[in-house]
């Protein structure tokens, strides 16, 4: 990262402003990407990213693209600062007398703020896929239900009951209520599974890929450098763990749709898909991730590197006097 040391309070308001605006611009690419890995071998509604996001308005309405995006905008500020100042944090740390890191020091500062994250991203991927799925689960029974009755219901059947969709707030109070604390933190190892390698992957060849634009060592690279170097970097880890991706949304989806299996951990989950689906199956939504993360990170860099909080912070004493 860039050499010039910077608060931790500017670093946690750099990483929750980054997030924020990276989620608001490819939140309804995440939502298509959680459906199509979700999709089993059973009653499959969407054939492409197109396909899920026209269905999706059709059936839900613009607005039915961002369902879940509330808890991401809540939750990703504390994520997206948790990961980037953890980074930044390990990498002071494991740096002798500010010399470069070696690779090996640079995938372990990744690797703890891989680590680090999880304590904000379980919960918010475990409301965030309860809540994006449940469109495509409502919708594969309705068409269901469509073509049962028009097979074998009787003249002047009742009209199936509508679906209605959980918030956040009652999918938590159930979870809490049921399972405790440890139902929020549902497929916590396969969370881990994806992100420590994520990490290990996305901030080594970020600030390799950075350092390729700097004239000076001492100097910031242009911030199109930043961001170019974040989608590279973000698309490229994104792909690599795709597999672990899926196996975590498989794991922690509470509703199945019709003739879908449940799994009872990583290894069985991996068993069935490997089984049933072909390997293929773990690259489901691979493009999907990709198009997410690369915006997203690139975005996230770039309001981090510019540094958006040391000129808020600046101006608070001037405000107060």
């Not at 989950?269 to 199956?281: D, V």
């Not at 773990?282 to 997410?292: H, I």
Request: hydrophobic share 45%; with cysteine; net charge positive.
């Amino acid at each position: 990262m860039a050499d010039k040391q910077i608060s931790l309070p500017a670093k946690l308001i750099n990483g929750g402003i980054a997030g924020l605006i990276g989620v608001t611009c490819v939140f309804p690419i995440d939502l298509a990407k959680t459906r199509l890995q979700n999709q089993q071998n059973g009653q499959r509604m969407y054939s492409s990213l197109s396909d899920c996001l026209i269905k999706t308005i059709r059936s839900e309405g613009y607005f039915g693209m961002y369902r879940g995006a509330a808890v991401n905008l809540t939750l990703v500020t504390p994520e997206k600062a948790i990961k980037l100042a953890a980074n930044d944090f390990f990498r002071h740390h494991l740096s002798k007398d500010g010399k470069k890191l070696t690779l090996l020091r640079e995938m372990l500062a990744g690797c703890g703020a891989g680590t680090c994250q999880v304590i904000v991203t379980t919960p918010m991927e475990m409301l965030k896929i309860q809540l994006q799925d449940a469109g495509r689960i409502a919708a594969q029974k309705k068409l269901m239900a469509a073509q049962a009755q028009l097979s074998s219901a009787p003249a002047g059947a009742a009209e199936p009951a509508v679906e209605t969709h959980p918030t956040a707030t009652q999918i938590t109070r159930e979870l809490l209520r049921s399972k405790g604390i440890a139902g929020l933190y549902k497929g916590l190892g396969a969370t881990l599974l994806r992100d420590v390698p994520f990490s290990i992957v996305y901030f080594p060849l970020f600030a390799n890929l950075n350092k390729l634009g700097q004239k000076d060592p001492n100097v910031k690279a242009p911030f199109y450098v930043s961001f170019l170097s974040g989608c590279v970097a973000g698309s490229t880890a994104a792909v690599a763990v795709n597999p672990c991706d899926v196996i975590k949304t498989r794991l922690q989806s509470l509703q199945r749709g019709v003739n879908e299996d449940t799994y009872s951990g990583i290894l069985d989950c991996t068993k069935k898909i490997w089984q049933r689906e072909g390997p293929t199956a773990f690259f489901k939504g691979a493009y999907c991730r990709a198009l997410v993360i690369a915006p997203l990170f690139g975005i996230a860099q770039v309001v981090y590197f510019v540094g958006i909080a040391e000129f808020l912070l600046e101006l608070l004493p001037k405000h107060r006097a």
